[in-house]
């Protein structure tokens, strides 16, 4: 299953069922899982821990090390998940000893041509990353998050949960769970409806958030005014939570 072309370290370590196209060059300290497939002319280089039932297209390029002027060879990491499909010329660097020393992907995420994924960032599961999104150093995507093509997403920024971005967006603040951004600079476009609909919230759980989302965005209030009524709210369905969680642990300021 792995083409006579392709050049594989003798350190790699490669499951039994994995498929190698040609031309693709495959670095030491490199783990691949079963199931997975690596398409012609990509590159994976290591340390990387690649899960199960992953596909990466041609031209990608894997766990090199990271854009960092501060980097100087230090031993550091990339995890990626499983069934993750990794489209055309995707970058995705290891991690830095400024952070953690590890970037990671989680599972089941749709990263389509062109995106990156620069050193640190986490990146939870069930993520899009629509053509040419990227991420600078030390992002934080969460689960069901969307990014619309060419979104470009400042470092250090978190990306909350089922959130979505329109293409070209200029993201340089946090985006709270289930808010909709478009712009340069972005701005709230108000709830992500249409995702909630898809992941069957239901009707209590998006009317609770119509509420936090008049609360955040729409009562001229302060953050730490609008974190405090938010507690006054009917959270029986348990999605306000996830929002005075993320308010809680923002540190650049939302996007409003």
């Known amino acids: 299953m792995i083409d006579p072309r392709a050049v594989i370290d003798p350190a790699a370590k490669l499951a039994a069922d994995i498929e190698v196209g040609p031309f693709a060059v495959i670095g030491p300290d490199v783990v691949v899982g079963a199931g997975t497939w690596i398409g012609p002319h990509t590159v994976i280089n290591g340390p990387a821990r690649i ?8 031209f990608s390029s894997i766990g090199d090390a990271p854009q960092d002027k501060k980097y100087t060879g230090e031993p550091t990491l990339l995890e990626v998940g499983d069934r993750n499909v990794i489209r055309e010329f995707v970058t995705i660097n290891r991690g830095t000893t400024q952070d953690a020393g590890v970037t990671r992907v989680g599972n089941d995420n749709w990263i389509m041509a062109y995106a990156h994924i620069a050193h640190d960032c986490q990146v939870g599961s069930h993520t899009v990353f629509s053509n040419n999104a990227s991420l600078a150093g030390h992002v934080v995507v969460d689960d069901y998050a969307i990014l619309g093509g060419f979104t470009l997403v400042h470092q250090y920024c978190y990306i909350g949960s089922y959130s979505f971005s329109s ?14 951004v478009a712009g340069n600079p972005a701005h709230e476009q108000g709830l992500n409806t249409e995702g909630m609909r898809r992941h069957k919230f239901s009707e209590a759980s998006r009317n609770v958030l119509r509420q936090a989302y008049r609360i955040i965005y729409r009562s001229n209030l302060s953050l730490q005014e609008a974190q405090e009524r938010l507690q006054g709210l009917d959270d029986s369905s348990g999605v306000v939570v996830r929002l005075t969680d993320f308010l809680a642990r923002q540190k650049r300021g939302i996007v409003r």
């Not at 293409?167 to 909709?180: L, R």
Request: proline share 9%.
């Open 51 to 58: 899960g199960r039932e992953n596909r990466i297209y041609q």
């Open 167 to 180: 293409f070209g967006s200029v993201i340089s603040k946090d985006v709270p769970p289930f808010v909709m």
